[in-house]
Nanobody
Framework: VQLQASGGGLVHPGVSLRLSCVVS????????VGWWRQAPGKEREFVAA????????HYADSAQGRVIISKDDRRNAVDLQMNGLQPEDTAVYYC????????????????WGQGTLVTVSS
């Protein structure tokens, strides 16, 4: 399974940004795709995940109401729409995939792509 994340950049506080994760390879090996982020000097933290079927999603408490995760079947991609970004959202954002949707509750997902840097600064 290969994952390619894109869409990061430097943005001002309050604006929106859409990250994209294109998935390829053995789709039978995955049930879910999720987004994590890692800020400088901090541990990697879960943001949101969605079933590959698109039938269910889950958000971290900190992401509720500001973030929307969605699946694009045409592109085999999972997008992360982030609204009202703040400097504390500055981090490297990673997408990952796993055979177990609920695994984010107790471990990192199995397959990882490279990260995309989001910097929120005035």
């Amino acid at each position: 399974v290969q994952l390619q994340a894109s869409g990061g950049g430097l943005v001002h506080p309050g604006v929106s940004l859409r990250l994209s994760c294109v998935v390829s390879g053995d789709f039978d090996a995955i049930i879910a795709v999720g987004w994590w982020r890692q800020a400088p000097g901090k541990e990697r933290e879960f943001v949101a995940a969605i079933r590959w079927s698109g039938t269910a999603s889950h958000y971290a408490d900190s992401a509720q109401g500001r973030v929307i995760i969605s699946k694009d079947d045409r592109r085999n991609a999972v997008d992360l729409q982030m609204n009202g970004l703040q400097p504390e959202d500055t981090a490297v954002y990673y997408c990952a995939a796993d055979p177990d949707f609920g695994a984010f509750r107790f471990r990192l997902y199995k397959y990882w792509g490279q990260g995309t840097l989001v910097t929120v600064s005035s």
